[in-house]
C-alpha cells in the first residue's frame, strides 16, 4: 500500500516527507469527544443566552435545567478527554509550534491568491502552529474559566451565607459571561475556519469519518504496517 | 340602599349634622324614615338623578360607618373533633346574662387563671414594647395610615379591644370582667360588639335590625375561635373588609382551595390559631417584631409553640431535593421569603383591599350634608366607597401584586413623637429594614398603603385628630380638621403647634396570608427577567434580570466582528478564486 508513487514535486525528499496515505487521524474516541463537546457547548451557549436575557426562546425553568445538566454533561466528558489526552500523549499536539505567523499570513492572504497551505499535517503534526494555540487557549483559558465560574456559580448555595456572597456572585457571573463570549466568539471562527480546506467540506468530513490524506515518513508507515495500530485505507 | 340582612354597626345621617347651621336641618329633618321616603320622591322627580337601581345603592344615601357587614352570620366550622366539655351543661351558664361582664366573671369561676394570662395580652394591653428598638408601640399610641389613630378616638376604635367599654382614658385595665372572651370564643356566630361610645349624634342610629345577643346561648356555645371570631376584626382592619391588609379579607371565612390552600374550608380548614400557635393567651406571629427568617425550622416532636412561620411545619428546605428544581427553589429559601413565591397576589377573594387614601378631600358636602360615592365594584359585587365625606378619597385594588423588598423582621415606626422633613418624600409610618447584604435578610412581599394624611407642619411630627365623639369638636360631624387635630393633640397632652398640612405617608403590611395551591406558585421567569416583580431592588446580580452593560455590548461586538469578519473574508475568497479561474481560462 505505501508503494504507490506520487508525482508532487515537493514530495521528493522520502526520507522525511513522506507520500500522502488515507489515514486515521481521529479516533473514534477523539470524534465522539469533538462532536458531542460541539453540542453540549451549543446547548449551553444558547441557554446560557437565555438565562442572560439575551433571547425570551425558551422559559427560565427550561434554560437552567438544560443549562444545567449540560453543564454537568460537559464536564464528565472533559475529565474523559483530560484523562484520554495524558494517557495517549495526545495533549502534546495542543504544544505551541513554530510558524504561526506564517499561518496567519496564509488565511489573510495566501489563501485568496492560491497559495499552499504552509503547513503539512501529520500523524504527530494533526493541526496547525494557529490551531495549536487557539486550542490551547481554549483548554487552559476558556475552559477552565468556564467551568471553573459555572462549578461556584453551581454550588452558589453552598456559600450564598457569606456577607461577600452578592458581590461574589456578581464576579462570577461576569467571568461566566465574558468566558461565554470568547467561547462564542471561538466557536464562530472555528466553524468558518472547517470550511477552508481542499473544498468548503473536507475538514468536516475529515471530523466525521476520521481519515484524512495525510504524509506519513518511512518510519511511521513501517510502524503501521508493523503493528496496524493506525487504521490506513488508501485511495478514498 | 340595600338595607336588608344583619348590618353590624352603621352610622346614618351623621354627615347631616354638620357644624351649628346643621342643627337646625337636623331638627327640620328628625324622622329618619320619612327623610329616606322624602329623597326618595325627590330623585324620582328629578330627571337627572333617574338611575338604576344599582346606581342608586352607589350613591349617597348609603349609611357611613358600615365598616363591618357581616351578610354570612354562620360560624366556620373547626373540626377539633369533640371537645371534651359541654358548657351548656355547666350549671352557671344556665342563666340570664344581662351583659358581656356578667358572662366573664362565669368564665373566669372555672378558668381561674385566663384573666391573669389574657391580660398579658397585646388583644388586651394595645401596648408592644420593641425589644430590639426600644420603641413603644401598640394601637394605643400609634399612628396608622388609615383613620390616623385610635388613641383619643376608642369610643368607636376600641370596638375590636377585646375588653367591654374602652372608651376613654378611664378604662380599668385591672378589671378582669372587663375582659370579653366571647368576641373570640362565640362558636355561634351571632355574637358581635358595638361601639363603646355614641360618637356624634348623627350617628346614634347603628345596629338597625340587628337581633339582641342571646347572652346564655352565646355563652353556652363557646370553643376555640374559628376564622370568623379572628376576622371580626383582623379581616376588616383600617375601616372596612379587607381595606389594610389585602390578604385579611371576610372571603378568609370560606376560602376555597385556590385563594388559601390551608384555610381551604373543604380541605385542610385551618383555622388562624392552627399557625398562630398559642401559649397563655399569647399569639405568635406578631407584626412589630416579625420572624422574617426562621432558621430554626421543624421543632422536636411535638409542635413549636412559639413562631407562626412557614418554616415550623414546611422546614427551611422544603421542595423536592431529587429534583433540580427542587434543589434550586430549597436554594432560594434563604434569600426569598416563603410568601414571595406563594402569595402570588393578595386581595384575590372578591374583597378589594384600600392602596391610596387622601384625606385632603375629606369634608365635602352636598346640600349642606356629608356623603359617599361608591364607585368602585369589586370581583364579590359589593360596590365599595371611594369618596366619603368623613374620610377622603379612595382606590383600591384587587389580584395586587404586592411590593417586595429585603426584610429583616425590624419595622420602625414614626410614632407622634418623631420628628420627620416632610421634604423627603413620603414618611414611613411602619417602615421595614433589611438589606441584600445582611445575611439575615430575605426578600419579603408587602401591602404598601399610600395616604396622604394631616401632619403638624411647624413641628413636624404626625398628628392626633378627633374623630369621634359625641362634642362638637369631632371631626365626623364638624368636617373642621383644625378642631379635630387640635382636640385631639391636646386631650392626649401632645404638643401641637396649631398649624397643620398633609403629608404622604406609606405604610406596609408583611403578606403571609392567601397562599396559593403550589401549582399557582410563581415561575422562575417572573422575577428572572428583565422586568420581572424584582426589577426595583437593587445592588445584587440576579440571573435574567442583569447583565454588565459594557461587557455584554464588547460580548455582542466580539460575536458580530466574528461574524462580520468570517463573512467578508469568504467573500473575498470567493471573489479571487473567481479571478484565479478566470485568469487560468486565459
Known amino acids: 500500500m505505501s508503494s504507490q508513487t506520487n ?133 487552559v483559558l476558556i475552559g477552565p474559566a468556564l467551568w471553573a465560574s459555572g462549578i461556584i456559580y453551581l454550588v452558589y448555595d453552598l456559600w450564598s451565607g457569606h456577607s461577600w456572597s452578592a458581590d461574589g456572585l456578581t464576579l462570577i457571573a461576569f467571568i461566566h459571561t465574558a468566558a461565554a463570549f470568547l467561547m462564542g466568539t471561538f466557536v464562530i471562527i472555528h466553524i468558518y475556519m472547517t470550511t477552508t480546506g481542499k473544498t468548503p467540506s473536507h475538514y468536516i468530513k475529515t471530523m466525521v469519518t476520521g481519515y484524512d490524506n495525510i504524509e506519513l515518513t518511512e518510519a511511521e508507515i513501517a510502524y503501521i504496517e508493523e503493528t496496524h495500530a493506525i487504521a490506513i485505507k488508501d485511495e478514498p | 340602599m340595600n338595607r336588608t340582612g344583619p348590618k353590624l354597626f352603621m352610622c346614618r345621617g351623621h354627615n347631616r349634622h354638620h357644624g351649628i347651621k346643621m342643627h337646625k336641618q337636623q331638627y327640620l329633618l328628625a324622622a329618619k324614615s320619612s327623610i329616606r321616603a322624602s329623597l326618595w320622591t325627590l330623585m324620582l322627580l328629578l330627571p337627572h338623578t333617574i338611575q338604576s337601581a344599582e346606581d342608586h345603592s352607589r350613591q349617597a344615601m348609603d349609611s357611613d360607618m358600615n365598616f363591618r357587614i357581616v351578610e354570612d352570620s354562620g360560624p366556620s366550622i373547626r373540626d377539633d373533633g369533640e371537645s371534651t366539655a359541654d358548657h351548656s351543661k355547666f350549671e352557671i351558664l344556665q342563666k340570664d346574662f344581662n351583659n358581656g361582664p356578667e358572662v366573664t366573671e362565669a368564665c373566669l369561676s372555672c378558668h381561674t387563671e385566663a384573666g391573669r394570662h389574657f391580660m398579658q395580652s397585646i388583644h388586651w394591653t394595645w401596648e408592644y414594647d420593641h425589644p430590639s428598638s426600644g420603641q413603644k408601640l401598640g394601637k394605643k399610641t400609634l399612628i396608622n395610615t388609615f383613620c390616623t389613630n385610635a388613641k383619643g378616638n376608642e369610643g368607636m376604635c376600641a370596638q375590636c379591644h377585646a375588653g367591654y367599654g374602652w372608651k376613654d382614658e378611664n378604662f380599668d385595665f385591672s378589671k378582669q370582667e372587663n375582659i370579653d372572651c366571647l368576641v373570640c370564643h362565640d362558636r355561634t356566630g351571632s355574637y358581635y360588639k358595638t361601639p363603646n361610645s355614641t360618637g356624634n349624634k348623627a350617628c346614634s342610629i347603628m345596629f338597625e335590625g340587628k337581633k339582641p345577643i342571646d347572652w346564655s346561648k352565646v355563652a353556652q356555645s363557646v370553643g376555640k375561635p374559628g376564622r370568623e371570631n379572628c376576622g371580626a376584626c383582623h379581616f376588616y382592619g383600617g375601616g372596612g373588609d379587607g381595606v389594610k391588609h389585602g390578604d385579611l379579607d371576610s372571603s378568609l371565612k370560606r376560602p376555597n382551595r385556590e385563594l388559601d390552600v390551608h384555610m381551604d374550608a373543604e380541605g385542610l380548614n385551618f383555622a388562624c390559631t392552627t399557625c398562630h400557635v398559642t401559649r397563655q393567651h399569647i399569639w405568635a406571629g406578631s407584626r412589630y417584631n416579625v420572624i422574617a427568617h426562621d432558621t430554626e425550622g421543624l421543632g422536636l416532636p411535638g409542635e413549636r409553640r412559639d413562631v407562626a412561620t412557614c418554616e415550623s411545619c414546611h422546614s427551611e428546605a422544603p421542595h423536592d431535593y431529587s429534583s433540580l428544581v427542587g434543589i434550586k427553589l430549597n436554594g432560594h429559601t434563604d434569600k426569598i421569603a416563603c410568601q414571595t413565591c406563594h402569595i402570588p397576589t393578595i386581595a384575590r377573594g372578591g374583597v378589594a383591599t384600600m392602596v391610596d387614601w387622601d384625606w385632603r378631600t375629606a369634608g365635602k358636602t352636598r346640600d349642606g350634608a356629608g356623603f359617599k360615592e361608591k364607585n368602585y365594584s369589586q370581583a364579590n359585587g359589593a360596590h365599595r366607597a371611594t369618596y366619603k365625606s368623613i374620610k377622603g378619597n379612595f382606590e383600591y385594588a384587587e389580584n395586587l401584586v404586592p411590593h417586595y423588598d429585603w426584610f429583616d423582621g425590624q419595622m420602625n415606626y414614626t410614632t407622634i413623637e418623631t420628628k420627620f422633613d416632610p421634604n423627603q418624600g413620603p414618611v414611613e409610618i411602619n417602615g421595614y429594614q433589611g438589606s441584600h447584604n445582611d445575611g439575615k435578610s430575605r426578600i419579603w412581599p408587602f401591602k404598601r398603603m399610600h395616604t396622604i394624611q394631616p401632619y403638624d407642619k411647624v413641628n413636624n ?112 475568497r470567493k471573489i479571487f478564486s473567481k479571478k484565479q479561474s478566470q485568469g487560468g481560462a486565459q
Open chain 1, 7 to 139: 508525482n508532487s514535486s515537493h514530495n521528493t525528499k522520502v526520507k522525511t516527507r513522506g507520500e500522502k496515505h488515507y489515514v486515521m487521524i481521529y479516533t473514534r474516541y477523539e470524534r465522539f469527544w469533538h462532536w458531542s463537546q460541539a453540542l453540549l457547548i451549543f446547548t449551553l451557549f444558547y441557554t446560557g443566552l437565555g438565562l442572560h436575557g439575551t433571547h425570551d426562546l425558551l422559559d427560565f425553568q427550561t434554560a437552567v435545567i438544560i443549562h444545567t445538566y449540560g453543564a454537568l454533561a460537559l464536564m464528565v466528558l472533559w475529565i474523559f478527554t483530560t484523562f484520554w489526552n495524558f494517557t495517549t500523549g495526545q495533549w502534546r499536539q495542543y504544544l505551541f509550534k513554530e510558524g504561526v505567523l506564517k499561518v496567519i499570513r496564509f488565511y489573510a492572504y495566501g489563501i485568496l491568491v492560491g497559495e499552499p497551505h504552509p503547513y503539512k499535517k501529520g500523524l504527530q503534526r494533526k493541526q496547525n502552529a494557529l490551531q495549536s494555540m487557539a486550542y490551547m487557549a481554549f483548554m
Open chain 2, 461 to 572: 411630627t404626625m398628628v392626633y385628630m378627633h374623630l369621634w365623639g359625641d362634642d362638637d369638636d369631632a371631626y365626623w360631624g364638624n368636617y373642621d380638621f383644625g378642631r379635630a387635630i387640635k382636640v385631639g393633640m391636646q386631650k392626649n397632652s401632645v404638643p401641637y403647634s396649631g398649624e397643620f398640612d398633609f403629608v404622604e405617608t406609606y405604610s406596609f403590611w408583611p403578606i403571609t396570608h392567601m397562599v396559593a395551591p403550589k401549582e399557582d406558585a410563581m415561575g422562575c421567569a417572573d422575577c428572572h427577567s428583565k422586568q420581572g416583580r424584582l426589577a426595583d431592588l437593587n445592588g445584587f446580580y440576579m440571573p435574567g434580570r442583569d447583565s454588565f452593560g459594557w461587557l455584554d455590548i464588547l460580548g455582542y461586538l466580539a460575536l458580530g466582528g466574528a461574524l462580520l469578519g468570517v463573512l467578508l473574508h469568504a467573500l473575498l
